[in-house]
């Protein structure tokens, strides 16, 4: 195989890779969205029966999820993402 045909190949790759990527990022975005409108709702539906606006056991469950996962970027990963359905505290 010549460099020509290499550097080809791996520039496919790359274009090939990068557009995975690209949906990736989408289906993470739309995902994300979805994810905080339907956080918001519970924590509208939550408050209108009488709760409070955050639940700290649901909170820690869902860090702890994140960061068996991920380790300890999940816990930012989850944060942020838990930001996104209740707002800053």
Same mark, same amino acid.
């Given at each position: 195989?010549?460099?020509?045909?290499?550097?080809?190949? @791996?520039?496919?790759?790359?274009?090939?890779?990068?557009?995975?990527?690209?949906?990736?990022?989408?289906?993470? =975005?739309?995902?994300?969205?979805?994810?905080?409108?339907?956080?918001?709702? =519970?924590?509208?539906?939550?408050?209108? @029966?009488?709760?409070?606006?955050? =639940?700290?056991?649901r909170e820690r469950?869902?860090?702890?999820?994140y960061r068996t996962?991920?380790?300890?970027?999940?816990?930012?990963?989850?944060?942020?993402?838990?930001?996104?359905?209740?707002?800053?505290?």
């Amino acid at each position: 195989m010549s460099t020509t045909t290499a550097d080809q190949t @791996g520039t496919d790759e790359l274009g090939e890779l990068r557009g995975q990527i690209d949906a990736l990022d989408a289906e993470i =975005v739309r995902l994300w969205k979805e994810r905080a409108g339907l956080s918001k709702r =519970v924590g509208e539906i939550r408050m209108a @029966g009488g709760g409070t606006r955050l =639940v700290l056991d649901r909170e820690r469950a869902i860090l702890e999820k994140y960061r068996t996962a991920l380790g300890e970027d999940g816990t930012q990963i989850a944060m942020l993402i838990l930001r996104a359905g209740r707002g800053p505290l």
